[in-house]
Nanobody, 129 residues
Framework: QVQVVESGGDSVQAGGSLRLSCAASGYPGCRDVMSWYRQPPEKGRLFVAEIDPDGRTKYTEDVEGRFTISRDNAKNTTYLQMTSLKPEDTAMYYC???????????????????????WGQGTQVTVSS
């Protein structure tokens, strides 16, 4: 089974740093796009950053220059390095795995099974002023 598990959330002071980890398992050999979303209290879930199989990244303007997403394919782990944290960054952070379209029927079947991707349970980040 495809599994996504986040870790690293904590309570920190404004200006501090934190690194989140996302361990993804299952369906080896299939390319995927990993991304981070966050959901502040009483608000909707918003995109934060993503990284494709080749290492290309995208960020929301809110975190540009402060957050860095990276991946270690050998460890099947994606990271979100957060610096200069602000109280506005307080949220539940979620990791999502999206299997890429593939000519390999095996990988494509796994992608089709979850058209909305595979989501983790989240890890809480709290930034105090």
């Amino acid at each position: 089974q495809v599994q996504v598990v986040e870790s690293g959330g904590d309570s920190v002071q404004a200006g501090g740093s934190l690194r989140l980890s996302c361990a993804a398992s299952g369906y080896p050999g299939c390319r995927d796009v990993m991304s981070w979303y966050r959901q502040p209290p009483e608000k909707g879930r918003l995109f934060v950053a993503e990284i494709d199989p080749d290492g290309r990244t995208k960020y929301t303007e809110d975190v540009e220059g402060r957050f860095t997403i990276s991946r270690d394919n050998a460890k099947n782990t994606t990271y979100l390095q957060m610096t200069s944290l602000k109280p506005e960054d307080t949220a539940m952070y979620y990791c999502k795995r999206d299997l890429s379209q593939s000519t390999n029927p095996w990988c494509e079947s796994f992608r089709s099974a979850r058209p909305l991707g595979y989501w983790g349970q989240g890890t809480q980040v709290t930034v105090s002023s």
